[in-house]
């Protein structure tokens, strides 16, 4: 991790040592951390200038989106909150900085005839030779678990081989975004893949010790970095391959491996609907599928109906920035 450098480096350092000591994660706030203790420094700050005016000002010069702005302030609020309680300030100075007006976040939704054509990108680009077809088809089956579980890239690197129970076709997913675990089925289609996979490492490697479901080398979990390499590539082959784009108040994200999981989301709700069932009454269990604590997360990844209906949004938005 970088140094701190300001006048601030020895609270901030005990405000990590304190946060980590309740189990919270370094990131993204140590980032946060660092930006503002570099302002501080290349500003020449001293204590007394740290007052609400100050940080109006570094809101004004950070050169960030506005919603990344918002998470640094957030984070210095927070700290500045754990100043006042070990007696620093007397008060919070960043309690009345109001945020920047945020753009909306659109995320990317692979319809399931692109998700398949993915999945089958993935697949054509498996290596054939023995040193590399076992990490290449751990991270295809990685990627199918995003598409069709809708999980978080961390949530199949960290599967042990006891998570997956071939009998009852479950997962047992630990240590979740929100601190809990969840137990969930599968579908047959993927546990096919799954055994699939575990029958061609068994072939494979005679000495398995390796306690990671999908494993990397050397008795190691499959890195994050390589399963974004290889969705990224298949993206491309396809002719998906988008960047990110800002037309006016709309952020359109480009395609992620967590897009994966917001498709999950929109597209299982739609065949819902075209089963004629509630999707209303499928939410809180779509949201204790994909281990979120309450419904209302869930209802955040639904901001559209399908592929399609983002795809107009955004042609929409193309077409009235041109003709401004």
Known sequence: ??????????????????RRNLGYAKSPSVSHL??????????????ELLQPSFFLELRKDLKLEPRSINRVLSTLRVFFQ????????????????????E??????????????????????????????????LAIYTVIVLLA???????????????????AERTLYIEKTKFKKDRLIP????????????????????????????????????????????RFHRAVKN????????????????????????????VNTLRRIKERGKSPQNALPVLATYMGHSEYKHTIKYLKV??????????DLAKSHQEEI
Not at 6 to 17: D, M
Not at 93 to 101: F, T
Not at 199 to 224: E, I, M, S, T
Not at 305 to 314: G, K, S, V
Request: net charge positive.
């Open 34 to 47: 660092l930006t503002f203790d570099r302002y501080v420094k290349e500003q020449k700050i001293t204590p």
């Open 238 to 265: 396809i002719g998906l391959n988008r960047s990110r784009q800002v037309i006016g108040n709309m952020n359109f994200s480009a395609p992620t491996p967590h897009s994966l999981r917001h498709s999950f989301a």
């Open 103 to 136: 753009n909306a976040i659109m995320p990317f939704v692979f319809s399931p005839e692109q998700i398949e054509k993915l999945l089958s990108a993935v697949c054509k680009r498996l290596r054939k030779t023995q040193h590399y077809f076992l990490i290449d």
């Open 186 to 229: 599968v579908p047959e289609p993927v546990a096919v893949e799954i055994e699939n996979y575990l029958a061609v490492r068994n072939a494979l490697l005679r000495d398995d010790q390796n306690l990671y479901l999908l494993a990397g080398k050397n008795q190691k979990p499959l890195r994050d970095h390589q399963v974004r390499w």
């Open 82 to 101: 754990f100043m006042v309680r070990r007696g620093y300030y007397i008060q919070n100075p960043l309690r009345d900085v109001p945020p920047l007006a």
């Open 305 to 314: 109906l399908d592929a399609q209906q983002r795809q107009a949004m955004f």
């Open 148 to 166: 069709q579980c809708g999980m978080r890239i961390k949530e199949p690197l960290g599967l042990l081989c006891s998570h997956y129970r071939p």
């Open 1 to 18: 991790m970088k140094r701190f450098e300001s006048f601030l480096a020895p609270p901030l350092r005990q405000y990590i040592a304190y």
